[in-house]
T-cell receptor, first 118, second 111 residues
């Protein structure tokens, strides 16, 4: 149980384009989803927290107009990187918490999406 | 000073040895402690989840929390080459809280 998927697993795009990443909880309903980015050999940095049906809460320093998050249902959250630039190239990982009967901080992670902006 | 400190390694051990990992933290308000395993280019996988101080065992894995010393540990017994990965500690203030991660320790188990 507690499987989280992400799509796509890898994306290469040109500078200035927008990229959408999907995060799905496959076998449970997640009341909260989190988006992280991870640079090589570094730990996960939380970008934002999203709850189904409400606006996402962004961490300090994360541009909410650049990283659009939509949590449309209890099983789907999307991250859209708008007008991507090479410095946005990173590994983006989502996680889901608040599984049925579980704590919200017991997070289950997706496999990640590697974004490369040329 | 980071809230959570973790030695990045790499930590190299022979197959069958005990792997010992640890994290220290500065904020005594942390109540929940986790260990994640992350293989290269993959998402982290939850290994252990503990609340407050004490020990927890699951198969070859043992997690220890010493809140008085602000120190947590993960031990892996009878290590296997498949245990080679990066191990991340994480902690939060409450069950609703966001996680604070350590930098991760790279572990290499040699046959």
């Amino acid at each position: 149980g507690a499987v989280v998927s992400q799509h796509p697993s890898r994306v290469i795009c040109k500078s200035g384009t927008s990229v959408k990443i999907e995060c799905r909880s496959l076998d449970f309903q997640a009341t909260t989803m989190f988006w992280y980015r991870q640079f090589p050999k570094q730990s996960l940095m939380l970008m934002a927290t999203s709850n189904e049906g409400s606006k996402a809460t962004y961490e300090q320093g994360v541009e909410k107009d650049k990283f659009l998050i939509n949590h449309a249902s209890l099983t789907l959250s999307t991250l859209t990187v708008t007008s991507a630039h090479p410095e946005d190239s990173s590994f983006y990982i989502c996680s889901a918490g608040g599984t049925s009967g579980g704590a919200h901080n017991e997070q289950f992670f997706g496999p990640g999406t590697r974004l490369t902006v040329l | 000073q980071k809230e959570v400190e973790q030695d990045p390694g790499p930590l190299s051990v022979p197959e069958g040895a005990i792997v010992s990992l640890n994290c220290t933290y500065s904020n005594s308000a942390f109540q929940y402690f986790m260990w994640y395993r992350q293989y290269s280019r993959k998402g982290p996988e939850l290994l252990m989840y503990t609340y407050s101080s004490g020990n927890k065992e699951d198969g070859r894995f043992t997690a220890q929390v010493d809140k008085s010393s602000k120190y947590i540990s993960l031990f892996i017994r009878d290590s296997q080459p498949s245990d080679s990965a990066t191990y991340l500690c994480a902690m939060s203030y409450d069950s609703w809280g966001k996680l604070q991660f350590g930098a991760g320790t790279q572990v290499v188990v040699t046959p």
